[in-house]
């Protein structure tokens, strides 16, 4: 889908970005929209949709990057698990240079740690299949996209004897966030860009909490160029109008109920759980949790000493993921933190706000006034 994100109709954006700019201009003032995932965050970056948008129309980027949002104390736990005696942890590769309190798993791998880089659940399956005498972990971070396929190898690890496979639950879902934030009296949001492919799993009925209960108007996108700005053009169509529905511009794929199968296997082995988020702290039902007869895949209840975790001195993340700041505010952007000297999770992961900045807008953020 990234590759999707890529395809580029100039004028179609052109026509987009000349309606924007003739809705916002009856909006009167200024208005903060939040795209909240990373795909989005990537591709609006990499197209410079920012620089086309009028300056009634603030784009900011939300909590959308799942590396990012997972707290320091998970990567810590992880790090201490790795550490244990014949412990394999499997991880997507992103999460590996994420700072925790002490180090990284890739500090950890390179002082003897069981550390291994993985490209989806199924291949840590494997690892547990081609290593009995071994315990392995996977590091199961994530939102509504991910968690079907970890379910998935789970259900296999069952049905196919494998009981040296554990996961340590880290999976978050995106609506309880965006219940926070617009909750929030401290964070400007004034619409929200859905993400396409959590709402494939969700169904777009999911949020319709944000128009209805709260009154901010949303769309589901998807994530050429040009959907995003027909996304953005909606959303200032609905605050030009004073309308709040949850718009679906990506029926293509997405549908209101979602998918019932994929949820289906979610439900057999998580349940929803309180969790914190980097940035946001705790919020109530937004992680996914084993459920009780799963304990004996639950890695989270090995017992194992974890440090108190300490955040990267002087990251800003927290601020990035409420859209409170953008990248270039942190004094350390593209100073001391760039993606080849993280500071931060957002400059590590390649769908993290910094990141994104740091590769594609810096010249832009130099160029402002
Ligand atoms: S630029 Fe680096 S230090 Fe600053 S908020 Fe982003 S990740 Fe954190």
Redesign the pocket.
């Known amino acids: 889908m990234r590759g999707e994100g890529m395809l580029f109709d100039p004028r179609a954006v052109a026509a987009l970005a000349r309606r924007i700019r003739a809705a916002a201009s009856a909006l009167g003032r200024r208005v903060v929209l939040m795209e909240v995932c990373g795909t989005h965050t990537h591709a609006i970056a990499a197209a410079g949709l920012r620089r086309l948008l009028p300056p009634q129309v603030r784009l900011v980027s939300g909590p959308g990057c799942p590396v990012c949002v997972t707290p320091v104390d998970y990567l810590d736990r992880a790090e201490a698990l790795a550490a244990l005696p014949g412990t394999i942890v499997c991880t997507f590769g992103d999460l590996m240079r994420v700072p925790s309190s002490r180090g990284s798993l890739e500090r950890s791998r390179a002082a003897g740690a069981g550390v291994r880089v993985v490209y989806s659940p199924r291949d840590a399956l494997d690892v547990a299949r081609a290593e009995p005498a071994s315990r392995v972990v996977f590091l199961s971070v994530g939102f509504e996209t991910t968690a079907p396929t970890i379910a998935a190898a789970l259900a296999e690890s069952e049905d196919s004897g494998i009981p040296n496979f554990r996961i340590l639950p880290g999976n978050k879902t995106v609506p309880p966030p965006l219940r926070a934030l617009a909750s929030d009296p401290g964070v400007l949001l004034d619409g929200v860009l859905l993400p396409g492919h959590v709402s494939v799993v969700t169904g777009s009925r999911a949020f319709s909490f944000l128009a209805e209960e709260l009154g901010v108007p949303a769309a589901v996108v998807g994530f050429t160029p040009a959907d995003v700005l027909r996304g953005v053009l909606e959303l200032v169509e609905q605050l030009r109008d004073g309308r709040a529905e949850v718009a679906n511009l990506y029926g293509r794929v997405v549908r209101e109920e979602g998918n019932p199968r994929a949820r289906t296997v979610l439900d057999r082995f998580f349940e929803p759980a309180d969790a914190v988020w980097r940035g946001l702290g705790a919020i109530g039902s937004s992680g996914l949790a084993l459920r009780p007869e799963w304990a004996h895949r639950d890695a989270s209840r090995i017992e194992v000493a974890v440090p108190e975790p300490v955040e990267?001195s002087?990251?800003?993340?927290g601020d990035?993921l409420r859209g409170s700041i953008e990248?270039p505010e942190?004094s350390?952007?593209a100073s001391a933190?760039t993606p080849d000297t993280?500071?931060?999770?957002?400059?590590v992961s390649g769908e993290g706000t910094?990141a994104a900045w740091y590769r594609h807008e810096r010249r832009t953020a130099k160029e402002r006034p």
């Not at 002087?314 to 993340?317: K, L, M, P, S, T």
């Not at 993280?342 to 400059?347: Q, Y």
């Open positions: 990267p002087g990251c800003r993340c990035v990248p942190c350390l952007f933190c993280p500071v931060g999770a957002c400059m910094c």
